[in-house]
């Protein structure tokens, strides 16, 4: 079985739309048929404040979600990324791999610290893209299965995992990107100019998922669309009405040539009453189940220490390997 990895950040409150149709309705297909790693980054996180409690909450939080989105662990190892002590040390080797300009020119890194203003962004998050380099390489994925944001990400870590191999001999598994077109990057109901996010979006433009199913509602209903009245899907022209039919075909299975055969000589309205209706019917159950995770943190923590156990099994022979390749003296 081919083996796919990929991370989500423990987030405060919520997923959102996007991080669910570009990345973890993927990982929940992948179980059946990769050996599936995925994580909750919580080394990640920290590279912006975080408060404590907030941060060990969400983290649980994020975890909820996973299970509640449909991972199971009988099919996947679903662990926390501090509880497996080799991503910071792989990330380690990884950092004196990477050239400073290369580095520089991560453009995640550049949106977030211009975000902060340059001078307090920290040190963490110039080097988070090295970091998920490790993420990836310990487990030697074939595929890493991510929205189109990550793609540089993983263009990197091909990059490096080419060159430690070059340098030291065969030992990493070069990956590859794993995005769907069609959901690679879901856009701000508000503004379908930019990608759905919890730093860029407004509170109407983004879709929580833990939020009041009503509200959700309403916030498709007055989605951004165009002043043209044709539901087609072009994503050049018509952003925002290209944006519902491809939340509105994830959803319901259906193609979008099929919605917009339905949809032909019917209003904006109509497509949005539906996909509220639609959405409703999903957040709804994804909600509950998420709560009757958390209401068990035991069994949660358990799944969750498994998958430390197992994830710690595959990253500390790739440790190994690399800390004897580099020279690194073993202890006896
Ligand atoms: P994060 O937590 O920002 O996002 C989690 C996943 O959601 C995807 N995503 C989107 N996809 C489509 N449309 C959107 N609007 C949208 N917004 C977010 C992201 O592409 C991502 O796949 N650095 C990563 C976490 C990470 C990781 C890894 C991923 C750490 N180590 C190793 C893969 C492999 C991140 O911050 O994702």
């Keep these: 079985r081919p083996r796919v990895l990929s991370g989500i950040q ?11 149709l570009g990345a973890v309705r993927q990982w929940v297909a ?7 790693f995925y ?3 919580d080394l990640h996180a920290i590279t912006v404040p975080q408060d404590p409690a907030e941060l060990r909450a ?10 509640a989105a449909g991972l199971d662990p009988e099919r996947c190892t679903l662990f926390v990324q501090s509880h497996v002590p080799e991503h910071a040390q792989l990330a380690w080797v990884m950092n004196c791999l990477t050239g400073f300009g290369e580095a520089s020119r991560m453009t995640q890194f550049k949106d977030k610290s211009a975000r902060q203003g340059a001078d307090r962004a920290s040190v963490g998050l110039f080097t988070y893209p090295i970091l998920q380099v490790a993420d990836i390489l310990l487990y030697q994925a074939n595929e890493v299965p991510v929205g189109e944001d ?18 030291y001999g065969d030992t990493f598994t070069i990956p590859k990107p794993y995005i769907l077109k069609e959901t690679a990057k ?15 979006s407004t509170p109407k433009g983004l879709i929580n998922l833990l939020d009041d199913p009503k509200a959700t509602a309403k916030k498709v209903k007055s989605a951004v669309t165009d ?6 899907y072009d994503a050049e022209n018509k952003p925002g009405v290209s944006n519902l039919l491809t939340i509105c075909s994830t959803l319901t299975g259906r193609s979008i040539a099929e919605l917009e055969r339905d949809y032909e000589g019917k209003m904006y309205g109509a497509l949005k009453t539906d996909l509220a209706e639609v959405m409703v019917e999903f957040v709804t159950p994804f909600r509950e189940r998420t709560q009757q995770y958390l209401d068990d943190p035991e069994t949660l923590d358990s799944v969750l220490a498994k998958g430390a156990e197992k994830a710690r099994g595959v990253a500390a022979e790739t440790l190994s390997q690399t800390y004897d390749k580099v020279g690194f003296l073993p202890a006896k």
Excluded: C, W
């Design 10 to 20: 423990p987030t405060a409150g919520s997923f959102h739309l996007g991080n669910y």
């Design 227 to 232: 002043t043209d009245t044709v539901i087609r």
């Design 58 to 67: 969400n983290t649980r939080l994020a975890a909820a979600q996973l299970l």
């Design 150 to 167: 990550q793609r540089q990400h993983v263009e990197l870590t091909r990059d490096l995992a080419t060159r430690f191999n070059g340098r």
């Design 186 to 200: 879901i856009y701000d109901l508000q503004d379908p100019s930019i990608k759905m996010s919890k730093s860029a």
């Design 39 to 41: 994580m909750v980054v």
């Design 30 to 36: 992948l179980q059946e048929s990769h050996d599936a």
